[in-house]
């Protein structure tokens, strides 16, 4: 809405706890005041009626009012903030001087504003007489704009100094991140927050307690899958705060490499991993089954037998190389101790999810859990989402109760205006959280007819549409290796699947 | 798509506990009187099914308001304070938005306690549905895996049907009972005893009691004859319900004899025979992309219950698919082939053969040798041919191939195993 209130996106995930607020620092809001005053206690400043009325006005049709509210202003002339304000506080300036020092002492308290009724009412009388109405109604519209204001980090044009909910919502983003339900509400100053001390309060808040890996942790930006063509082609492995994408035809493995990537997630630092927990977004019932349990749990052996394999070699290099020198020590630091399978599968999360609601609604939800899962100190670093392609494509595919073909066709547009937002949503949340989101897509066929009307005219591309396609970094693409041409297909082909399978380091191989 | 299915795209606004709607509203406003909860949301839901929805949905091309959370999240969130509008601010809206997240959030699950309910056997006592045939029992761990649809493709006669009475009854032997849903009406019930009674007097502990086993196995199954899609979605739809009140009475039963042969077990393994028939039946081998989106949306309408099913009622779910007869496939590509229709020039078949292969978890084919030199034609009382069984798709094994032949018994494996793992 308004270019000074962009919002800092920062990769480190530092202001995702309370509604981000900008820095503010560049405006100078109050001509009148100097900075010695500034940075004087509240309660003893008299003087701050001039901060109050400043020359910093903004459109009212740029706030996001309700319509019904922006309709009555604007028809009684009110067309900027300014107006409200000099409408507001018109006339009441005497009775400022003398209430001002409560009116300080209320902004310590947690006393809301509902005692101060009848002092804020004076103040909307002539506002009221302005709009035609009640000096209640003219009060609550005062508020909303002290809301709109505060929400996009602007300063209020009351004197309001607390609005219940005013850190728990976040209006430019989708979701809300804060707690809802607590009730009580921070105690606001009239001052906007500082970078410094926005800065101070989230490092407190987010300063993981998890293992002494951190420091490597932060330099570890992949995730690896442990084959090692996988992650060439990826630069790597799975990155850090960006979106990638696994497609294939039905069968080719996308969710044992996602499988492989959650287990993977959980090698310690020491090791080259990320050390951290993963979320599972089971749409298709893969992860939630009898096979899929098994399969993840000989794929923990797995990865536990290959650590301490490696531990135990690196032992006896060490030991070959420093012959007297027993590092008992170094022995110690390099296997650690929790490492079971047990503990790698515990931190492994799975959200079975059935339809496109709970799998939207999931997602949004996420940012809580993850949260959560921070303040724990176990912070997830990858989120998969298997696949993003089925309830998406059940749902744009789903046919009318009553209209047949208009409503198959507004299913699609509106699972595909769905699906744009949940992009855009994904991206924010693997930079804010700095995890690599994983999803998982399906093929579908494109029919492309060519003159002999025969086959050759089908391609198989991605689902989900373009849109989807700009919104991820990278795109995977599996697919078994086939032989049209041979006799018997069906002999060379899945042997070249095995081979690659085999010769491909896949880690769960020796389990089998 | 009937009413009483509690999926969470047709959950009402309505129902949603007061909770979404306390101090929703954020600072004294004096003109909304009733911050009360109920009447909040009684507020809201006669916005939401009012004018201002219907005009937001008419750009959607729906109809009649919003009354399913599916509808409003369909809804841009920059619209909705617009319909909400006296009632709640732009910040309100959010904050609604963000409560019917959390409400419809599902549930973390830790792998450790997946990969525990895979191994245990303690509940219901069926981890996996064992197949009979042991190279394939060997490379799955077990059989076919509880909790996910499995399927089972095949060219007419040869052995999909006999393979899932032999599910059925296997079932039974772990202590599960089955439902048959039978869209071909194929399922010959003399044959399922015979089978019954083969293959407990062969495997069973106490073969003079083979009998009442094979009683035991036909108390237990259920069979559902549904000929049209709408039909079988129903079935699915009620299914529920059924299973649940099973497992209600088999727990009931579970302190008395063993040996009972009206002994009544839990639901451990779903059969629909087959998915291709009513779809088929119902819907116009076309070529229009119309006719294919149609059938597509019948296939994911019918492969999001069985999942459901699965995964809710810890079942395993086996669906029977064909392939078109006028069919090669040894020409074709062995991945795509396994298609409904029985004209597949190319055209819009293998989308819908691809959407519905990515719904089954587990694939098994079974086919006909293609060898020329064994078949050996019938002087065989049982008209067995060698034929073929390959596990395609599966999470915990590589493809694996073993032959088999139908015999008195249902399906036995001949050869010795090719290539797989010890279970």
């Known amino acids: 809405m308004f270019p000074l209130c962009s919002l800092p996106v920062s990769n480190v995930a530092h202001e995702r706890a309370e509604s981000p607020k900008p820095l503010l620092q560049d405006i100078d809001l109050a001509g009148p005041i100097s900075n010695e005053q500034r940075s004087l206690p509240v309660a003893s400043q008299p003087a701050s009626i001039t901060y109050r009325q400043n020359t910093f006005s903004i459109p009212l049709v740029s706030l996001a009012l309700r319509p019904s509210t922006l309709t009555a202003l604007i028809r009684s002339g009110y067309s900027s903030t300014g107006d409200v304000m000099s409408s507001c506080w018109k006339g009441t300036s005497a009775e400022e001087e003398n209430n001002g020092e409560v009116g300080y002492t209320r902004c310590e308290k947690d006393g809301g504003g509902i005692e101060n009724s009848s002092s804020n009412n004076a103040n909307y009388e002539h506002f009221a007489q302005d709009l035609g109405c009640s000096s209640s109604q003219a009060a609550d519209y005062a508020h909303e704009i002290d809301d709109a204001l505060v929400s996009v980090g602007l300063p209020m044009i009351s004197a309001r100094t607390e609005i219940k909910g005013i850190g728990e919502t976040d209006s430019t983003n989708e979701h809300g991140t804060g707690s809802d339900d607590s009730g009580t509400a921070p105690n606001r100053c009239i001052f906007p927050a500082t970078a410094a001390s926005i800065l101070l309060s989230t490092s407190n808040s987010r300063c993981s307690i998890g293992g002494n890996g951190h420091n490597q942790t932060a330099n570890t930006r992949h995730i690896v899958s442990f084959s090692q063509s996988i992650d060439s082609l990826l630069g790597g492995g799975f990155a850090l705060s960006e979106l990638t994408e696994i497609v294939g035809l039905p069968g080719v493995g996308k969710t044992q490499l996602a499988m ?164 855009a949503f994904l991206t924010e949340l693997a930079s804010q959280f700095d995890i690599a989101v994983v999803a998982m897509n399906h093929l579908t066929t494109r029919i492309e007819k060519d003159d002999t009307n025969n086959q050759g005219g089908m391609k198989m591309v991605p689902a989900l549409g373009e849109s989807w396609a700009h919104s991820i970094s990278s795109r995977l693409m599996i697919d078994h290796h086939r032989h049209f041409e041979s006799t018997s297909p069906t002999t060379i082909a899945h042997m070249d699947y095995e081979l690659i399978l085999a010769k491909g380091e896949y880690i769960n191989l020796s389990a089998r | 798509m009937a009413a009483g299915t509690n999926s969470g795209n047709d959950r009402l606004i309505s129902h949603l506990p007061l909770r979404v709607f306390v101090k929703l509203i954020s600072g004294p406003r004096s003109t909304v009187s009733p911050i009360d909860p109920a009447s909040l949301r009684d507020r809201i839901l006669s916005k939401l099914s009012s004018e201002a929805a219907a005009a937001a949905a008419a750009a959607d091309g729906g109809g009649g308001g919003i009354s399913t959370i599916r509808d409003i999240l369909n809804i841009p969130p920059t619209a909705l304070p617009r319909i909400l509008d006296p009632c709640l601010t732009y910040a ?268 089954a978890t587990t694939r098994v084919v079974l086919e006909h040798e293609d060898d020329p030199h064994r078949l050996q034609g019938g002087p065989r009382g049982d008209g067995g041919s060698i034929r073929v069984a390959t596990l395609t798709k599966s999470l915990v094994s590589k493809r694996t191939r073993l032959t088999f032949a139908l015999t008195q018994q249902g399906l036995r494996e001949v050869s010795p195993a090719r290539d797989c793992p010890d279970p």
């Not at chain 2, 302190?255 to 116009?284: G, H, M, N, Q, Y």
């Not at chain 2, 597509?296 to 699965?310: E, P, T, V, Y």
């Open chain 1, 260 to 423: 492989q990537l959650c287990v993977d997630a959980r090698l310690p630092a020491n090791y080259g991993g990320v050390e951290g927990c993963s979320v599972v977004i089971d749409a298709e019932g893969s992860w939630s089954g009898a096979a899929g349990g098994d399969r993840l749990w000989s794929m923990a052996d797995a990865m536990v037998e290959h650590v301490k394999t490696s531990a135990e070699r690196k032992r006896m290099l060490k030991k070959e190389a420093m012959h007297a020198n027993t590092s008992e020590d170094g022995m110690n630091l390099q296997f650690p101790s929790w490492l079971t399978p047990e503990a790698v599968l515990d931190g492994i999360h799975i959200f079975r999810v059935h339809d496109e609601t709970s799998q939207t609604c999931t997602l949004y939800n996420l940012p809580k859990f993850l949260l959560d899962l921070e303040l724990k100190g176990t912070p997830a670093k990858i989120l998969v989402i298997d696949s993003m392609a089925f309830h998406y494509r059940v749902a744009s595919s789903a046919p009318a109760a009553s209209t047949g073909n208009d409503k198959r066709k507004s299913n699609s547009l509106s699972t595909t205006h769905n699906l744009t937002r949940m992009a």
């Open chain 2, 92 to 359: 309100e809206c959010n904050r609604l938005l963000s409560r019917i997240h959390r409400e419809c959030a599902a549930e973390p699950l830790s792998a450790s306690e997946v990969a525990r309910r895979a191994r245990s056997s303690s509940t219901g006592g069926v981890g996996k549905v064992p197949t009979g045939l042991p190279t394939l029992d060997g490379c799955l761990r077990g059989g076919i895996p509880v909790g996910s649809v499995a399927e089972l493709v095949g060219r007419a006669g040869v052995g999909k049907t006999h393979l899932t009475q032999q599910l059925v009854v296997s079932a039974a032997t772990a202590g599960g009972g089955a439902i048959y849903v039978d869209a071909e009406r194929r399922l010959s019930l003399p044959r399922l005893r015979e089978i019954a009674l083969e293959r407990t007097r062969a495997s069973g502990p106490d073969p003079s009691r083979a009998g009442d086993s094979a009683q035991r196995v036909l108390e237990n199954v259920t069979i559902h004859r549904p000929l049209a899609t709408s039909e079988l979605l129903d079935v699915l739809d009620r299914l529920g319900e059924e299973i649940i009140l099973r497992n209600s009475e088999a727990r009931k039963e579970a302190e008395t004899d063993d040996r009972d042969p009206a002994r009544r077990l839990p639901v451990r393994l779903v059969v629909i025979d087959s998915i291709a028939a009513p779809v088929r039946r119902d819907f116009e081998i076309g070529s229009s992309s119309y006719a294919a989106a149609h059938r597509a949306s019948a296939i994911f309408q019918i492969a999001r219950r069985l999942k459901r099913l699965a995964h809710d009622h810890r079942l395993a779910v086996v669906v029977v698919n064909q392939v078109g007869s006028g069919h090669d496939s040894s020409k074709r590509d062995y991945q795509r082939n396994r298609t409904l229709d029985i004209d597949d020039d190319g055209e819009f078949t293998a989308s819908l053969g691809t959407a519905w292969q990515y719904c």
